[in-house]
């Protein structure tokens, strides 16, 4: 029944209109170059953290280009994310009695925008971290059992893997060896030798394919620039994240309320606190900040959410709150369907690509100068410059001759049909490498030119 309610909340919206959104389309860019042969960092200038790579590289192998197949790896994600999180509560006992209570809060709050269903590397990393959990805090329930602790720290380095700044998840992992291992410094030492092997290995394989330098600019560097931003409206994200705030917060008076438990339990719950305390230091430190961060609060909401909705309040007042939960997540995911977002007044317009009826290129390689990757979607990509943003480290420095040798370097490998130039820089290329940029010819449209 559980799994049903998930799929009847998203399914009809999955399969009857999937928005294409610009973070979806460039990580469809990485699969797609990565499964013609690149490699990362090296021949594709992208922050992607390496394991969300393979997996979206893995997805253009089998599926393609595909917003469908994204949305459902997304779904079969979260389904498994809250089912492995309730049942490693229900096995180490951390609540009196066993029940999907934590799994059904997971699974709707996790359907209250289509942002949850997008397969970014935080959804990725964060299975990764529930996968950790039993393996951290079992220890002094187990006996000695040192290797849990290097697998529950490898599990950590593979969620940094998958995105970087949940790093910060080592501190849960701290956490969890000063509240239930004995020996608090060796066991630290073992969970940060579990969490620095997959790194160790990775950063080897790019020392020795010399990628170290670009491995480490574009991966290991950049997430920690503290650019913080939101990706669409602040306001946008607060209506959206109403709900699932008024539950947590009614859920931590709840928990706090309780009486005296079991000192495992007890310990469970603090760590439960420097996990939520975590997830919203990873939040509130992005330079892209939306709806699909907030997935990192799903698994606290769930476990805290338990104490809520099994307290001693009165059983109708309890039913009551959960029908107003489901029916406002309802209201909001089907807001469009239902023609009530002019009374909601919330904008996707920062996610979603530009509709664009006639594209003036299509079934080509391209190359765009500048933010607007729309033109990806009906054309093919060529040359590393497939973020912008990262693309900066040579166009915005054509008065240096390293980042003019380097420009020259890459298109002298791949050159595409077509330059989008959004950014104006065409007359500047054309002048500093006329043997590469002058063999471009503008077309009728402006800013496009097409190789002669």
């Known amino acids: 029944m559980l799994i049903l309610l998930f799929l009847g909340l998203q399914?009809?919206?999955?399969?009857?209109?999937?928005?294409?959104?610009?973070?979806?389309?460039?990580?469809?860019?990485?699969?797609?170059?990565?499964?013609?042969?690149?490699?990362?960092?090296?021949d594709i200038y992208d922050n992607t953290a390496p394991l969300s790579a393979l997996v979206f590289w893995l997805l253009d192998v089998v599926a393609g280009r595909s917003f469908l197949a994204y949305r459902l790896t997304a779904m079969g994600l979260l389904l498994l994310q809250a089912l492995l999180l309730n049942s490693i509560l229900n096995r180490h006992s951390v609540y009196a009695t066993k029940n999907y209570l934590p799994a059904l809060l997971y699974l709707v709050l996790g359907s209250l925008s289509f942002e949850f269903n997008m397969l970014t590397p935080l959804l990725i990393g964060n299975t990764f971290l529930i996968l950790s959990l039993p393996y951290i805090i079992t220890l002094s329930r187990e006996g000695y059992d040192n290797s849990r602790l290097f697998v529950g720290g490898f599990m950590l380095g593979l969620a940094?893997?998958?995105?970087?700044?949940?790093?910060?998840?080592?501190?849960?992992?701290?956490?969890?060896?000063?509240?239930?291992?004995?020996?608090?410094?060796?066991?630290?030492?073992?969970?940060?030798?579990?969490?620095?092997?997959?790194?160790?290995?990775?950063?080897?394989?790019?020392?020795?394919?010399?990628?170290?330098?670009?491995?480490?600019?574009?991966?290991?560097?950049?997430?920690?620039?503290?650019?913080?931003?939101?990706?669409?409206?602040?306001?946008?994200?607060?209506?959206?994240m109403a709900i699932p705030a008024a539950i947590l917060l009614l859920s931590l008076l709840s928990a706090a309320s309780l009486p005296q438990r079991l000192v495992f339990q007890v310990k469970f719950q603090q760590l439960m606190w420097v996990w939520l305390v975590a997830s919203l230091l990873v939040i509130f430190t992005r330079d892209e900040i939306s709806v699909a961060t907030f997935v990192l609060v799903l698994p606290p909401i769930a476990y805290f959410g338990q104490f809520f909705f099994t307290s001693v309040r009165?059983?109708?007042?309890?039913?009551?709150?959960?029908?107003?939960?489901?029916?406002?997540?309802?209201?909001?995911?089907?807001?469009?369907?239902?023609?009530?977002?002019?009374?909601?007044?919330?904008?996707?317009?920062?996610?979603?690509?530009?509709?664009?009826?006639?594209?003036?290129?299509?079934n080509s390689t391209v190359l765009v100068l500048g933010n607007d990757i729309s033109y990806y979607m009906q054309n093919k990509p060529i040359t590393p410059y497939i973020n912008w943003q990262l693309a900066q480290r040579h166009f915005s420095k054509l008065d240096e001759y390293q980042a003019v040798f380097q420009l020259h370097e890459n298109f002298s490998h791949e050159m595409p049909r077509y330059i989008v130039d959004k950014a104006g820089l065409m007359p500047e290329l054309s002048h500093k490498l006329p043997d590469t940029f002058g063999r471009y010819a503008q077309t009728e449209q402006p800013g496009i030119y097409r190789l002669r």
């Not at 928005?19 to 960092?41: F, I, K, Q, W």
């Not at 608090?184 to 950063?203: D, E, H, K, N, Q």
């Not at 394989?205 to 931003?229: I, S």
């Not at 009551?320 to 469009?336: D, E, P, S």
Request: net charge neutral.
């Open 11 to 42: 399914l009809p919206l999955v399969l009857l209109g999937i928005p294409a959104t610009a973070p979806e389309l460039l990580h469809m860019l990485v699969g797609e170059r990565l499964a013609d042969g690149y490699s990362m960092y090296r």
């Open 160 to 240: 940094a893997m998958s995105y970087l700044p949940l790093a910060v998840f080592l501190l849960v992992g701290t956490f969890a060896v000063i509240f239930f291992a004995s020996n608090t410094f060796r066991s630290f030492l073992l969970m940060l030798c579990g969490f620095a092997f997959p790194y160790a290995v990775l950063i080897t394989y790019y020392l020795y394919t010399n990628t170290g330098q670009e491995f480490m600019e574009m991966h290991l560097l950049r997430p920690w620039q503290l650019q913080v931003a939101f990706l669409r409206p602040p306001s946008d994200v607060a209506k959206l």
């Open 314 to 362: 009165k059983a109708w007042l309890l039913n009551l709150v959960f029908l107003v939960m489901l029916a406002g997540v309802l209201l909001l995911r089907y807001r469009l369907a239902l023609g009530i977002n002019r009374f909601l007044l919330l904008d996707e317009s920062p996610l979603l690509l530009p509709e664009q009826a006639q594209t003036p290129v299509q």
